[in-house]
């Protein structure tokens, strides 16, 4: 990649977040403040809790479920707090916090401020949030954190470490496969308030609570399997917790679908993470928990791509000899238009790439493959009911397999579909041309026979100057409301992408514009960013920031490579607004930082070959495919280990 930038130290919590207040921030702090209950009336705490919460029959019952729910340990509270309470709270929530739009790689939700925050207020600011203080401060008192410890058996927990936020769940948003590993986490909870309270939050809206199973790789490490065992949709007063433990408590949130009616459809939630007693509180002990199991943000460091070698009998390509041979130029007209073979386009690309690391390139494959795709996988989305009349508007989990197609996992790292590979010695037949294989096999074929192939690798070293030393190659598709990547990079080299992508493409039907003229169709969903899926490359993270908790970049921010040198090549000229908005969400760091930060985003969009040189340590994902999104992702991911050429300048004396 042309240029990458140090990206800036994330930004310190808000010390705020009243909508109609302006409050200074507090005195330096940890990463979490340690704070100090604001002052309010003296109805002792349990009082605000349900009457039988404390009783030692029920700390009994919930213990014994505590510890044999699976897939992991955890509990749920029908009810926590005094309903008059909490129905209070929430009204606070609504009328005097605000709430902002957060989107990353990893999730899309809607979240106030750490409410630690809250003790920093004037009593008459406090004013406002009465119910809500009273709340935290019920939930962090000694009697509740010692009902936690009795349940789950955990240390000593801290009273002073608070560490909470409300969040909403709006149609869109999401939470994908993690672990809550971080810091001195001990307990994670989720209080629900979900909206309109009046109303029986329904499971085919979405966003409930997924738990999944976890299986031990080829390296002995935990990892969650691809399908969540236990789903919780959320209830009004229902309070869910459980022990974050590394490789064990992974989880997830599914895509919220409702939203858009009058009714103000919401999953609003109070949640958090009690931290085990720090220095200076009386329960500390000193001792600091120790796991070798790495958690799922450390997982994330690296990509573990398994490449393959080019075959040794081959002779590896010199990008500044002669052009490509007849057979390479043979090979590849039987799937590249035919515009991408020609000398004078091969040197006009090679120079763009030189300057900006990175080509979008427009109709890459033929025609006749481009037409057999384009309605091939629609048909196929269609007939695995993931097309736009699918009968839910949340696939089931098992979407998309079968029929030659498998999951890939883990999930805290990505989560798409891989072609199944040949059955070992079966029937393979030539079908001549190309494009009359069947769109299953034709993908096949890109993924085993062109990517991989001594002919692209030479048509790649003549476009870059650089020589594929080995590669990894797969065809990919990522159905909706499950799809994604999560923010990977690869700290000690360079890497080739060349990513094909195959998404089939909707427009507004056209229409009419006033006295009868033709309105232009409009371009909707992929195009808009509406519908997620986009690829996007980052600058490398600081060493303190989590890799899994940054910006996803805006969608407005899409490679230009390619639209010039040749109409053949990319013409771009095809009604489409190749930019796309995201909205603007309000984050302490600047628009400056995330232009620092973003380097490159490109839509999924069909027949188009995206290729970038990705320089070490740039953090590269496939955002979540939304469940509103009428059909899957598709693309073909070639990934490529380069060596640079080296040109003897005794060559280029005279």
């Not at 039988?52 to 479920?65: N, P, Q, V």
């Not at 407005?556 to 930019?579: E, I, L, P």
């Amino acid at each position: 990649m042309a240029k990458t930038h140090p990206r800036s130290p994330s930004p310190e919590p808000k010390t705020s977040e009243l909508k109609r207040l302006k409050i200074g921030h507090p005195p330096p702090a940890s990463d979490t403040a340690t704070t100090t209950a604001a002052p309010h009336p003296t109805t002792p705490l349990t009082a605000c809790f349900t009457s039988d919460l404390f009783s030692a029959t029920h700390i009994s019952e919930l213990a014994t479920l505590y510890a044999t729910n699976q897939p992991f340990k955890h509990a749920l509270v029908e009810k926590l707090f005094q309903d008059d309470l909490l129905q209070k709270v929430k009204d606070e929530c609504l009328g005097e916090l605000h709430f902002t739009e957060k989107e990353t790689d990893i999730y899309k939700v809607n979240q106030t401020g750490d409410l630690a925050s809250l003790s920093y207020l004037t009593e008459k600011q406090v004013a406002l949030l009465p119910n809500l203080v009273k709340l935290r401060d019920a939930l962090y008192s000694l009697k509740f954190r010692e009902f936690l410890r009795a349940v789950t058996g955990c240390g000593p927990l801290s009273g002073v470490k608070q560490d909470m936020s409300v969040n909403t769940y709006r149609k869109g948003c999401h939470l994908l496969n993690h672990d809550d590993v971080i810091g001195t986490r001990r307990v994670s909870y989720i209080l629900y308030m979900p909206l309109p309270n009046y109303q029986l939050w329904q499971r085919e809206w979405g966003g409930a609570l997924e738990l999944y199973p976890v299986t031990e790789n080829a390296h002995g490490v935990l990892e969650p399997e691809p399908i969540p065992v236990k789903s919780i949709p959320p209830v009004w007063n229902q309070f869910i917790l459980f022990e974050v433990q590394p490789g064990r408590s992974f989880h997830s949130v599914e895509e919220v679908v409702v939203g858009d009616g009058e009714d103000g459809w919401q999953r609003l939630s109070i949640s958090g993470w009690f931290h085990a007693a720090q220095p200076g509180e009386e329960a500390y002990d000193g001792e600091e928990v120790e796991t070798s199991v790495p958690s799922s943000r450390e997982q994330l460091t690296s990509t573990s791509t398994e490449f393959k070698s080019y075959p040794d009998s081959e002779t590896p390509p010199l990008p500044d000899s002669s052009p490509l041979t007849e057979n390479h130029v043979s090979f590849l007209s039987e799937f590249l238009n035919p515009a991408y073979l020609q000398q004078r386009t091969i040197k006009a690309l090679a120079a763009r790439f030189a300057v900006e690391s990175s080509l979008e390139l427009y109709d890459f494959l033929s025609e006749p493959i481009a037409e057999k795709l384009d309605l091939g996988l629609r048909e196929l989305d269609e007939r695995d009911g993931l097309g736009k009349n699918r009968p839910s508007a949340i696939p089931p989990h098992t979407a998309g397999m079968g029929s030659g197609w498998r999951v890939k996992g883990p999930p805290h790292k990505w989560r798409y579909n891989v072609l199944e590979p040949p059955t070992p010695g079966g029937p393979s037949t030539a079908v001549s041309p190309r494009a009359a294989q069947a769109p299953r096999e034709l993908i096949r074929s890109l993924q085993d026979e062109l990517l991989p192939s001594s002919a692209f690798r030479a048509w790649l070293a003549a476009i870059s100057s650089l020589l594929p030393l080995r590669y990894a190659v797969e065809a990919r598709r990522f159905c909706p409301g499950l799809g994604y990547t999560l923010a990977t990079s690869e700290a000690k080299e360079a890497r080739l992408d060349a990513v094909l992508s195959l998404t089939p493409q909707v427009n507004e039907a056209a229409g009419t514009k006033g006295k009868g003229r033709a309105r232009e169709s409009q371009p909707i969903g992929w195009q808009t960013g509406q519908w997620g899926g986009w690829e996007c490359y980052m600058a490398p993270h600081d060493e303190e920031d989590d890799p899994a908790v940054y910006r996803s970049g805006s969608p407005k921010k899409t490679a230009q490579n390619g639209h010039g040198h040749d109409d053949h090549v990319a013409n771009g000229n095809d009604g489409t607004d190749r930019s796309c908005e995201n909205g603007d969400f309000e984050m302490e760091d600047s628009e400056d930082e995330e232009e620092d930060a973003t380097l490159l985003t490109s839509q999924p969009g069909f027949n188009r070959l995206l290729l970038v040189l990705r320089d070490e340590g740039v953090m590269r994902f496939v955002k979540y495919v939304s469940a509103a999104a009428e059909g899957s992702r598709w693309d073909v991911c070639g990934e490529y280990e380069v060596g640079m050429i080296e040109v003897d300048e005794s060559d280029c004396d005279d």
